[in-house]
């Protein structure tokens, strides 16, 4: 059920991994904050 829930959620799976692409996701959070501010 696990595995199925990851592959529903591309999303999560980016997050729980520390690869790169969690960094990719957190500065395009920044990215969109500045501006928002």
């Known amino acids: ?3 199925e829930a990851t592959c ?3 999303l ?3 997050q729980t991994k520390p690869g ?3 960094r990719i ?3 395009a959070n920044i990215d969109l904050k ?3 501010n």
Do not use: G, R
């Open 1 to 3: 059920m696990l595995v």
């Open 8 to 10: 529903s959620h591309p």
């Open 12 to 14: 999560e799976q980016k």
């Open 20 to 22: 790169p692409k969690t």
């Open 25 to 27: 996701v957190d500065n």
């Open 34 to 36: 500045s501006p928002v």
